[in-house]
């Protein structure tokens, strides 16, 4: 509750300084030369420019093909080496083997 006496003392005490400064002014020269120079100011409003979208989509794009890449390449890369074996049996065909045929010959015992 301290808080509120201090707002409360501040309060008045600006209240007072206000009543003690209202008798004083500045010299009426000063009050024109103040107002000249307000009334001679130029304001520049600054044109809002629109930047284009273009880039900001292509910048978004490249970077979706970008992570899609480094995800193939990443699974692609992290493929276990028998995988890549039986892929590559399955691309080209297995050559057939006669069957094997047993001789018995009596002179080869």
Do not use: H
Not at 9 to 37: D, F, H, N, Y
Not at 52 to 68: D, K, N, Q, T
């Amino acid at each position: 509750m301290n808080c509120e006496r201090d707002e409360e003392i501040l309060t008045r005490g600006l209240q007072s300084l206000a009543a003690e400064m209202e008798s004083l002014e500045a010299p009426p020269a000063v009050e024109t030369k103040l107002l000249k120079a307000f009334r001679a100011r130029q304001v520049v409003v600054p044109i809002a420019t629109r930047r284009s979208s273009s880039r900001y989509w292509l910048a978004a794009i490249a970077a979706m093909l970008l992570i899609a890449i480094s995800i193939v390449a990443f699974r692609w890369s992290n493929r276990p080496a028998d995988d890549r074996r039986e892929a590559v049996r399955r691309e080209e065909p297995q050559p057939k083997l006669a069957p094997a045929i047993k001789i018995e010959d009596p002179a080869y015992r």
